[in-house]
């Protein structure tokens, strides 16, 4: 996937992002940064041709995702909104197995093979055990992984995952993160939003940092997420940590004190 | 164990899948029995096995019974039960489309707008089928009045659509009020304040046979593309994602509703509750999943007019309009249901 000049903008005035170029590869992570509000979802949007840019382009395969057709597209790609919520109590295995829907006939319903590969990814994602639960009486954190099966169940080669860690515990987080890596070898292109650095490092994973309506930094995560650029990006002081015993990076913010005091 | 856990999931699917298909069964079967039954309801009664053998077209029965069955209750309950059923698939077709539980089969104005075509064909003197006529193309037109004011609010979006089918349904209502007004109190005015309570009354052999084509092909087309209501109700973006053409199926879906419903009330009049109150019967039974829903909910929409109508001609000597019975039934039965399943909207 290759995003060419891409800008975006809501009522053809100020534009949300502009001049955004990157391209992913087979079994890349990218983690895209940036503060509240800097446009995130927004290319997110883009990218599925959900939005449409009002510059430049995004290709798949060589071929411009607005002259695909919406089928064609989620075949391909698949997206995970950030937040959600739905009207009717579906099951969580019926939720899952909507990811078939770019495979089906406009006529068809999913068949049991459908169904299994649902399961298998509820599985995967240590749920199976809420398939039969409404997926609108369970907890943020338990739809985003529902979610998640969906977007798997659709089988895409790339899956664009807005926040995907959000609503998830310590614990799901990780497990998420090494899941998204372990998808990634698999032969699949992750691209997911995040408003943790740390996520980045734990990957290891390429890096973009969004800020002031562009990508000012593209590229491994040991070069882009440097002090100065969070700094740059966030607005507050960042160490970047080395952790001997787990041999990884961590950011700590550091705090100044004389703002605490009275 | 990993692979256990799916089995036992898969499993519970499967029965899940048993349940659903016994209940079709028992419908079904709960179907025939009241068709059968309601055959032999009136003033005269006829008992059952004499209407199994005439609709058998066995030989050695009286020409009384035959013309009491094929000309009279036959076409009517016909009617009942694919009215019923075009109310019901229509009012949950909606829900899903509208991500809406609290809409009905009338939402985008379609019963107004036959109401005013119907008022304005009996203001004219024209005769019953002209009446119908002009319900069904005013019921069409005031769906169409309402996609083209949600067009003017420049969104897509589904609730812009259902406030648009307010107005235009308050709209048309004012018109109607009008046309009471100035209707000849004697002759006319009860004439238009019965055709908007609904009934079936009047319905022929030769209003069947034009209606229940258009009716059964829309019935027909929703159920084939039932699977897709689901994944519309998940919201606009979560559908395209999943490569779904949110627009093209929203606009099949109100196409086909929206002329079986205007089919369906133009023989009839305006029989409310229905498509409301019978969707959710259906998840009560089967769940949300439109798979399963949509047909049982066309089921039991037919079980239920059928019911309805039997009452409304038998229970006194003249006819109780139908709008009257549903509403008396719906409503506390709805108030019921909403109680009874912990509704959290």
Redo the contacts between chains.
Sequence with gaps: MDIKNAKFSYDKKTNVFEEINFSVQKNDVLCILGPNGSGKTTLL?CL???LQLTGGEVCLHNKNVQSL???????KV??L?QT?S??????V???AV??R??H?T?????T?AD??LA??N??MLGI??L??RPY?KISGGQRQLALIAMVLT?QPDILLLDEPTSHLDFGNQVRLLELIQKLSTTGLSVVFTSHFPDHAFQLSCKVALMNNKQLINVGDCETVLTEQNLKKIYGIDVKVVHVQTTDSKVCVPIRNKNNCAE | MGVDVVAKQLEALKSGNIAYHNALLVLVAVTLFLFLVSLGLGRYSIPLDKTVKALLMQPNIEQVVKDVIFKIRLPRIIAAMLIGATLSISGASFQGVFKNPLVSSYILGVASGAGFGAAVAIILGLNMSMVQLFAFLFGIVAVAASFGISKLYRSSSALSLVLAGIIVSSFFSALVSLLKCIADPRQKLPEIVFWLMGSLNTVTAEDVLKTAPVMIAGIVGLLLIRWRINIVSMGEEEAQALGVDVKKIRGIIIVLSTVITAAAVGISGIIGWIGLVIPHVGRMLVGPDYKKLLPITTIIGAIYLLVVDDCARTITTGEIPLGILTALVGTPFFAYLLWKSKVSW
Excluded at chain 1, 69 to 75: A, E, F, P, W
């Design positions: 949007k599925t041709n959900i057709s919406r089928q064609q597209l989620s075949k698949g997206y909104p959600h739905a009207l009717f109590p579906f099951s295995l019926e939720v909507m990811g829907a770019p089906l406009m006529m068809s319903a999913p049991e169904y299994k399961q298998t509820l599985e199976s055990h398939a039969s609108t659709q």
